[in-house]
């Protein structure tokens, strides 16, 4: 297997490394991430006039992509600048509404006239496919939904809103415009909201939606993964020069063996990180997908905190401070592994064979 990236995927990722260096700061990302709208509204659409919303979905829909090495790819490099940007609810939701046939929606997102999230999760329950509370009921001729739906990632800002709810049939699809929103910062910043649903009107955009809500899902694990090595390896490219460049007893921290092997277990526990990525990158769209994603999930969860905690040991004092930008990406590294099921969830995705 050729484990490097193929042209196009080179030009994109350097491409993308290049304008988020021009663009992005940890300072700038600060101001933005814990206020209202929660990101930079002018950083997004400067994302998508670049073409990274049209990635999210195939060209038969519309975009310029859409597979899992373009997700991974882009991730990766958004992960690498600690990009506050709503990426995932907009990866998710554009994949759910282009698989409904809702081109007029994917155009505007592409064209970063709107944004839309997916609305999954619900208080009560650790994982998003177990039976849920909220339900839809027909009702003068359309739909109305009822519940409570938690943990909406780019929720704050958004136009559409792609909540999945219980039917008679199973899990259906349904599409709100405009909705009313609970929005917060999350706590490494960046929007996330809750939708309380009474009796709501809505649109419905598919009956059975099962297997098409948990490919989309799968394939937001995979960008948080690529995200998460994505972090890992700024934070541990910071270590080492930080390590290269303090004195202690005359010496630089560098030349200490002790130190030395901390870095290169964080260097193991990265380059594990990325192989279990590009396993599941290879497997997506495959009967194996669920299995290998939820590894990678597991994997990338339990690395991302041991990578961010020796990290803060490393650097000392400073590496707990807000003014230090290590601080913020092991924050993001243990977030990442909350998002979309933790380390134990996947564990038990995988053991109880709803993963195979």
Same mark, same amino acid.
């Given at each position: ?61 519309? %975009? ?25 609810? =907009? !990866? ?13 929606? *994917?155009?505007?997102?592409?064209? %970063? ?16 496919? &177990?039976?849920?509370? =909220? ?25 559409? !809103?792609?909540?999945?709810?219980? &039917? ?11 909705? #009313? ?54 934070? *541990? ?21 002790? !130190?030395?092997?901390?870095? *290169?277990?964080? #260097? ?35 690395? %991302? ?15 707990? &401070?807000?003014?230090?930008?290590? =601080? ?29």
């Amino acid at each position: 297997m050729d484990f490097n990236l193929s042209e196009d995927h080179e030009i994109l990722s350097n491409t993308l490394r290049r304008f988020l260096s021009d663009n992005t700061s940890v300072e700038g990302r600060n101001e933005s991430a814990f206020d209202a709208p929660y990101h930079s509204p002018d950083l997004w659409m400067a994302l998508c006039e670049l073409g990274i919303a049209g990635a999210f979905v195939s060209e038969d829909q519309g %975009g310029f992509g859409g597979s899992a090495q373009d997700i991974a790819v882009i991730f990766e490099e958004l992960g690498g600048a600690l990009c506050v940007e709503p990426a995932l609810g =907009t !990866l998710m939701a554009a994949r759910l509404l282009a698989e409904a046939g809702r081109e007029d929606i *994917v155009e505007q997102l592409i064209a %970063g006239e709107a944004r839309a999230a997916l609305a999954v999760y619900e208080p009560e329950l650790a994982c998003a496919l &177990t039976p849920m509370a =909220t339900v839809a009921a027909e009702q003068g001729g359309g739909w109305v939904l009822t519940g409570r739906k938690s943990a909406i990632y780019g929720a704050p800002g958004a136009r559409y !809103l792609v909540v999945a709810a219980k &039917t008679g049939a199973g899990i259906g699809l349904f599409l709100l415009e405009d909705p #009313q929103i609970i929005a917060a910062a999350m706590a490494d910043g960046g929007g996330i909201g809750e939708l309380v649903l009474d009796n709501t009107p809505a649109e419905r955009l598919s009956d059975i939606a099962g297997p098409e809500l948990e490919q989309a899902l799968d394939l937001g694990r995979i960008a948080l993964c690529a995200e998460a090595v994505g972090a890992m390896s700024s934070l *541990v490219d910071m270590t080492v020069d930080y390590l290269n460049q303090r004195k202690q007893f005359g010496k630089a921290l560098s030349s200490f063996q002790a !130190l030395q092997h901390r870095v *290169v277990d964080m #260097q193991m526990e990265l380059e594990q990180c990325r192989s279990i990525l590009i396993s599941a990158v290879a497997h997506y769209g495959t009967p194996e997908a669920p299995r290998h994603v939820s590894m990678a999930k597991n994997l990338v969860g339990r690395a %991302g905190r041991k990578i961010a905690e020796d990290s803060i040991q490393l650097h000392g004092g400073i590496g707990m &401070t807000w003014e230090y930008p290590g =601080t913020h990406f092991a924050k993001r590294l243990v977030m990442i592994d909350h998002q979309l099921g933790d380390q134990s969830d996947h564990l038990m995705r995988i053991m109880s064979g709803t993963a195979a």
